[in-house]
């Protein structure tokens, strides 16, 4: 026979808790008498009439005790410790009142006591344990109801501490995931070996093998400081293994200093990919930015906005966010709005290319450093349309870089990429022009002209864990362009303290190229991608070779082969070893490229390109025959 255990739908009316705990405080008074008197019934018939008279003002005692501390409006099922004081200090004032009025019949009415004295304590005992049984006994029911309900995938949590305690209990109270934690793991030695909440205790060393033994099929992370490589480690494991990996939320975020198993979220490939924080030093950044005018272009995409949040922390006199796209600049206003960061900016809308514009935001503002993170980037859409590449990424920046000169700006920083190295597409060709005119224009003034190059960063609009998230989203398939392809990647908080930190080290003319770690191939990042998801490549989802689009490397470099690089005071930053330019005849060069705009001969324009880059080599293009 199978007993099928129905879990409540909605919560027991609050009047009836009220009642059913003064019909418990009545049961538990009788069996107070019970025991008092036994089988003696002729001693309790004596104290009948005491028992009579004084049972109203028990009961009215009673219920007054749990109206004021509120013991019925707890959810029984899911009764706590704040629960069980509510018991204890109704129960307790209660028998203090009943005390005190018998003291008070007895020694000034000269009458009886309410009930006699062993009949109060015992009943105080009584009352409480009754109460609180009838609490657990109703929470144990429904939690067992709640086990036979969900799923019993076996799960691990990695934490043995107080957060992976908070994890299993609520894991076991909600049902919004299916798992049954069957195990911790934890790197403590002190912990290895014991069981907590049941459960015992391994080695995150063994985890291989236990993953195995124990058959798990989901691993929770529930530490809140957890080494970064150690982390990744774990969870390369579990993704070799098909094993899904869940996060515990920083406790910052939790609710009311609680969490539900609805915060519990899949990790990120950013987690994966991730590497150590950054440490600056951040008095000399203070130093740098604080009480400075600062101008951000592109302020609304991925890398300037960061920038912009980033600069906030150096309370600089202000920061100008200019930008041509209205409706992300009005999302970030909202955000440094809500962060209590606006009145540190003023927002620009306008565009690079517009010299008047620029022009009027340099006179009213007078900015002394600038961060040019505006530009074009998209390799594929800058190959069909290279004369807004020319527009953008190389007049534009120009028309910076002069003004700069012109209002005696005291840093300016190029935020440049690997794809202007020893460049095969168009974009990557016109950052790399745009960095040559900055480094020739370092002498021209007071400006300091500084470049930064980095790979891609995670997450920033139209890279490709966003398109793979979007992908996954929708069923698949996952496109890449070459199953051999590789990329360098770095989190955008990451990167943008790197910019921050290489403009308060650039002394003028160099090129500082960030360590952005070891290249990582996107096919094995798109298989990661889907095994974080909780799907299985073939079965749930494919992954298509669409082949390489044109422009595209294989490889990305960070330096050209005419470069080398010299350590800085960072470990994280080095700085290329760069060829000189001189300004008249580059200046001249990039004026007859940009006239080139009128014409509309996208041949011509990318014939030009290479001669003012003669390493630029386009591969998978139609330009490759001009090479």
Not at 182 to 209: Q, R
Not at 483 to 495: G, H, K, L, S, V
Request: with cysteine; aromatic share 10%.
């Amino acid at each position: 026979m199978c007993i099928v255990i129905k879990l409540p739908t909605q919560n027991t009316p609050r009047w009836f808790i009220f009642l059913f705990d003064i019909g418990i405080a009545f049961t538990s008074l009788l069996l107070a008498y019970a025991i008092r008197f036994e089988s003696k019934n002729f001693q309790f018939t004596n104290e009948y009439d005491i028992f009579l008279s004084g049972l109203p003002f028990y009961l009215i005692i009673r219920a007054a005790g749990f109206y004021y501390f509120k013991t019925y409006q707890g959810v029984i099922r899911h009764t706590s410790t704040q629960d069980g004081k509510r018991v204890v200090f109704a129960i307790g004032a209660g028998t203090f009142t009943i005390i005190v009025i018998s003291m008070i019949k007895n020694f000034v009415l000269h009458s009886n006591f309410l009930f006699p004295l062993s009949i109060i304590i015992m009943e105080f005992f009584i009352s409480i344990f009754m109460l609180m049984v009838f609490r657990i006994s109703v929470k144990l029911i429904y939690l067992e109801g709640l086990k036979k309900s969900k799923g019993d995938t076996p799960t691990l949590i990695f934490g043995a501490g107080i957060y992976g305690v908070i994890t299993k209990h609520t894991l076991e109270k909600e049902a919004r995931i299916d798992g049954k934690v069957v195990a911790f793991i934890d790197d403590n030695p002190k912990l290895i070996g014991k069981s907590l909440e049941g459960c015992k205790i391994h080695d995150s060393a063994k985890l291989p093998a236990l993953i195995k033994e124990l058959e798990i099929k989901k691993l929770i992370i529930a530490i809140k400081n957890i080494d970064g490589k150690h982390k990744r480690e774990i969870i390369r494991i579990c993704i070799d293994n098909d094993v899904e990996v869940l996060n515990v939320p920083d406790p910052k975020t939790w609710i009311n200093g609680e969490f539900s198993t609805g915060q519990i979220k899949p990790i990120n490939i950013e987690d994966l990919l991730g590497r150590a924080p950054i440490k600056l030093n951040k008095d000399n950044l203070f130093d740098e930015y604080s009480n400075k005018v600062i101008l951000v272009t592109g302020a609304a995409g991925s890398i300037g906005s960061e920038i912009v949040r980033q600069l906030t922390e150096y309370v600089p006199q202000k920061i100008i966010l200019f930008d041509q796209a209205e409706s992300p600049l009005y999302n970030l206003e909202n955000e440094l709005k809500e962060k209590g960061k606006i009145h540190l900016t003023e927002t620009v809308v306008g565009d690079i290319r517009n010299l008047d514009r620029l022009k009027r935001t340099f006179d009213y503002f007078k900015p002394e450093i600038i961060f040019h993170a505006a530009a074009y980037k998209h390799v594929p859409l800058m190959e069909e349309n290279p004369s807004e590449a020319i527009l953008t990424n190389i007049q534009g920046s120009k028309n910076l870089i002069d003004l700069a000169i012109e209002f005696n700006t005291e840093k300016f920083v190029l935020i440049s990429t690997d794809k202007a190295v020893n460049p095969t597409n168009v974009m990557g060709c016109s950052k790399r022009i745009a960095e040559i005119y900055g480094q020739s224009a370092n002498n021209l003034g007071k400006t300091k002209f500084i470049t930064t190059r980095f790979g891609n960063v995670l997450g920033s609009n139209g890279s490709v864990i966003p398109l793979f998230k979007k992908q996954i989203e929708a069923g698949g398939p996952l496109t890449v362009t070459h199953r051999n392809i590789t990329r360098y990647f770095m989190t955008i908080p990451e990167a943008c303290q790197l910019v921050l930190e290489a403009c308060n080290m650039g002394a003028g003319g160099e090129i500082f190229v960030f360590d952005m770690g070891e290249s990582v191939k996107i096919y094995d990042l798109a298989l990661k991608m889907i095994k974080l998801s909780g799907l299985q490549v073939g079965k749930d989802i494919e992954i298509k070779i669409t082949g390489l689009r044109p422009g595209e490397k294989l490889f990305e470099e960070l330096l050209a082969t005419e470069e080398n690089t010299m350590p800085t005071h960072h470990s994280q930053i080095l700085k290329a070893e760069v060829r000189s330019y001189e300004f008249d005849k580059v200046s001249l060069k990039i004026q007859a490229l940009i006239n080139k705009f009128e014409e509309q001969d996208n041949v011509e324009i990318v014939k030009t390109m290479k001669e003012l880059v003669p390493e630029f080599k386009s591969n998978n293009s139609i330009y490759a025959k001009l090479d």
